[in-house]
């Protein structure tokens, strides 16, 4: 059975920082993307980075998400992170992470990144908290 588990949400003050975990286990190989996403009160949720075995490890961001946000992986490829500096209010919110076999990270003609929303396999979401 694959499940997909975050961890490693909290409350921090405007300009701190926070590193997330996403561990996926179940998969039969390690061909799988694995993208994050949040979802703030009363908004959708949003995609935010991507990595995958498909695209040799490379990573991709939503244009927002660029300079602040960092996605990378374990050495071992089974736990991967989302960094999170210079954080404000506005990044209060659930983040997701995803998994989808078999597939590298979905982008547009010219390269940049599409988070699509139909990931196969979702976590329950670690909760981003930011105060002043």
């Known amino acids: 059975e694959v499940q997909v588990v975050e961890s490693g949400g909290g409350s921090v003050q405007i300009g701190g920082s926070l590193k997330l975990s996403c561990t996926a286990s179940g998969f039969t190989s390690d061909d799988y993307a694995i993208a994050w996403f949040r979802q703030a009160p009363g908004g959708e949720r949003e995609g935010i980075a991507c990595?995958?075995?498909?695209?040799?490890?490379?990573?991709f961001y939503v244009e927002s998400a660029e300079g602040r946000f960092t996605i990378s992986s374990d050495t071992a490829k089974t736990t991967f992170y989302l960094e999170l500096k210079s954080l404000e209010p506005e990044d209060t919110a659930l983040y997701y992470c995803?998994?989808?076999?078999?597939?590298?990270?979905?982008?547009?003609?010219?390269?940049?990144?599409?988070?699509?929303?139909?990931?196969?396999?979702w976590g329950k979401g670690t909760q981003v908290t930011v105060s002043s």
């Open positions: 990595t995958s075995h498909a695209d040799d490890y490379s990573t």
């Open positions: 995803a998994a989808e076999p078999y597939t590298g990270c979905s982008r547009y003609n010219d390269d940049t990144y599409y988070a699509h929303q139909n990931m196969q396999y």
